[in-house]
């Protein structure tokens, strides 16, 4: 079945310590998303990438970095810049990045901090 | 900028009761619009959407229409059963200016009780 994954469902961070999330979709879309979602509050843009080896800032990069290396893969890197990184984090994507498409939405990774 | 405001909640509701949840817009241009959904612990699904004004989305016995005179994009549903307890995300997605840029409203939890 075509899908998005992440992994992991859990991830905790220590003080200082960088994160990778991993987001890989089956789906041959060209588009992917990171968003941020904090309790109560709708998804916040981190990064897009329409294209491989192209990616855009969202609202809120700052203390984030990404790389799209491969067309099925967008993982994101919390930095120990990031210094409210608690947060449920939401990988998606979509087929061209065309204002109509639907997006396609991953299981999400919960961050947390130590 | 573009905003999505959605009715707050949460709402709660009896089997079968008429479910109204409000969602209006600002964007420049024509945005197509989206409802999601998200059940606990879960990434967003797709319930419906419409990409231009007057366009009906309907699944699953929901409907919203794209209203532009309004800017609105209300989402209802005639009898709500206890599986739609859930949280419901209007959003929108602009222009090729913002190309694959979606602005999500803050959500609404909605509970059915039997």
């Known amino acids: 079945d075509g899908g998005i994954t992440q992994s992991p469902k859990y991830l905790f961070r220590k003080e200082g310590q960088n994160v990778t999330l991993s987001c890989e979709q089956n789906?041959?879309?060209?588009?992917m998303y990171w968003y941020r979602q904090d309790p109560g509050q709708g998804l916040r843009l981190i990064y897009y990438?329409?294209?491989?080896?192209?990616?855009q800032k969202g609202d809120i990069a700052e203390g984030y970095s990404v790389s799209r290396e491969k067309k099925e893969s967008f993982p994101l890197t919390v930095t120990s810049a990031q210094k409210n990184p608690t947060a449920f984090y939401l990988c998606?994507?979509?087929?061209?990045?065309?204002?109509?498409?639907?997006?396609?939405f991953g299981p999400g990774t919960r961050l947390l901090v130590l | 900028g573009d905003s999505v405001t959605q009715m707050e909640g949460p709402v709660t509701l009896s089997e079968e009761a008429f479910l109204t949840i409000n969602c209006t817009y600002t964007?420049?241009?024509?945005?197509?619009l989206f409802w999601y959904v998200q059940y606990p612990g879960e990434g967003l699904q797709l319930l419906l959407k419409?990409?231009?004004?007057?366009d009906k989305g309907s699944n699953k016995g929901f409907e919203a229409t794209y209203r532009k005179e309004t800017t609105s994009f209300h989402l209802e549903k005639g009898s709500v059963q206890v599986s739609d307890s859930a949280v419901y995300f209007c959003?929108?997605?602009?222009?090729?200016?913002?190309?694959?840029?979606?602005?999500f409203g803050d959500g609404t939890t909605l509970t059915v009780k039997p």
């Open positions: 998606a994507s979509s087929i061209s990045g065309a204002r109509q498409e639907t997006q396609y």
């Open positions: 789906l041959n879309h060209d588009a």
């Open positions: 990438s329409q294209i491989v080896n192209d990616f």
């Open positions: 964007a420049t241009g024509y945005p197509s």
């Open positions: 419409a990409t231009k004004a007057d």
């Open positions: 959003a929108l997605s602009a222009g090729s200016t913002n190309a694959g840029k979606s602005t």
